[in-house]
């Protein structure tokens, strides 16, 4: 079984590099940034969160979706 671990806001743009603002904005489908691949928070209590597993691998569906677009980084 996966371990569930709910990380906050700044952590999940922290490890994706990006500003909270730009995460908002992924989540907001009247923002033309909207990502509807982006996976949807849990809210908790007044606080908003990410299953640290779901955002682990929408990472991982970057990386993948880059390699198989064949761009190179050169």
Do not use: C
């Not at 990380?7 to 603002?21: C, D, F, N, Q, Y």
């Not at 809210?43 to 908003?48: E, Q, Y």
Request: glycine letters at 8%; hydrophobic letters at 35%; proline letters at 5%.
């Amino acid at each position: 079984m996966t371990s569930l671990r709910i990380i906050p806001v700044s952590e999940t743009a922290h490890r994706l590099k990006i500003g909270r603002s730009t995460l908002y904005n992924w989540l907001n489908p009247k923002s033309k940034s909207y990502n509807s691949l982006f996976p949807k928070p849990v809210r908790l209590g007044s606080s908003v969160g990410f299953i640290e597993h779901e955002i682990d691998q929408f990472i991982l569906d970057l990386m993948s979706a880059r390699e198989g677009s064949g761009v190179s980084g050169k």
